[in-house]
């Protein structure tokens, strides 16, 4: 299985294809959190300092775009 979006949210092998797709079609600014976050490993404080908001407000920008890409799957 390949990790797309962080441990709660692995894609089969036979399901890359979509969830390429997906991940295409989300936002720009989302990818991009996406990307700092789960492959360059990137912490929320981290984050949250580079985007000048709360650490908190990070945690949630992240919990809303998983569950915009599990919707998607489902």
């Known amino acids: 299985a390949q990790c797309l979006v962080g441990s709660e949210m692995c894609i089969r092998d036979s399901d890359e294809g979509q969830a390429s797709q997906?991940?295409?079609?989300?936002?720009?600014?989302e990818q991009k959190l996406?990307?700092?976050?789960?492959?360059?490993?990137?912490?929320?404080?981290e984050l949250s300092h580079e985007y000048g908001i709360t650490?908190?407000?990070i945690s949630k920008r992240l919990k809303k775009i998983?569950?915009?890409l599990?919707?998607?799957?489902?």
């Open 22 to 29: 997906l991940y295409s079609s989300s936002a720009a600014d």
């Open 55 to 57: 650490q908190q407000a």
């Open 34 to 45: 996406i990307c700092r976050h789960y492959y360059d490993e990137i912490s929320e404080v």
């Open 66 to 68: 998983r569950m915009k």
């Open 70 to 74: 599990k919707d998607m799957l489902e």
